[in-house]
């Protein structure tokens, strides 16, 4: 086997779970920052990124397009980051379409929406505290 290779019996657990547990929500209990998809997108990323390393740029972009396409309200904003990350970077390998373009134009306005919110919430906490004794 070739070091940093996928084992062969990895790439199938995480197909079997893509295709056939695409719905799994995990459990968010005790973790701020998870969402019910979170599992499912991971394996989804891994899945993609396993089909680019073998030359199937076109199967990883559907993957994910699809992935975000029915679960991406369910996915905590850092795991959506890091497959945009991914996909965009697929997306200028493989050439950029209108549908990629205006994709990418979404996502950066729904992630300026969450720093925005996330900045007020800060801001409002910092001055709800009394500093004096």
């Given at each position: 086997m070739v070091a940093g290779a996928e084992?062969?019996?990895k790439v199938e657990i995480t197909c079997f779970l893509v295709e056939n547990c695409s719905?799994?929500?995990n459990s968010i209990a005790g973790c701020v920052n998870c969402a019910p998809a979170d599992t499912v997108a991971r394996a989804t990323a891994d899945?993609?990124?396993f089909e680019?390393?073998?030359g199937d740029a076109r199967a990883a972009i559907r993957l994910l397009e699809h992935l975000l396409a029915i679960r991406s309200?369910?996915?905590?904003y850092w795991v959506q980051a890091e497959i945009y990350q991914s996909l965009g970077r697929m997306y200028?390998?493989?050439?950029v379409t209108p549908e990629a373009r205006?994709?990418?134009s979404n996502i950066c306005h729904k992630f300026s929406e969450a720093r925005n919110i996330t900045n007020r919430w800060s801001a409002g906490s910092m001055?709800?505290?009394s500093f004096t004794g």
């Open positions: 084992s062969r019996q719905e799994h929500k899945l993609a990124a680019r390393r073998m309200d369910e996915i905590s200028l390998e493989s050439g205006a994709r990418f001055h709800s505290k």
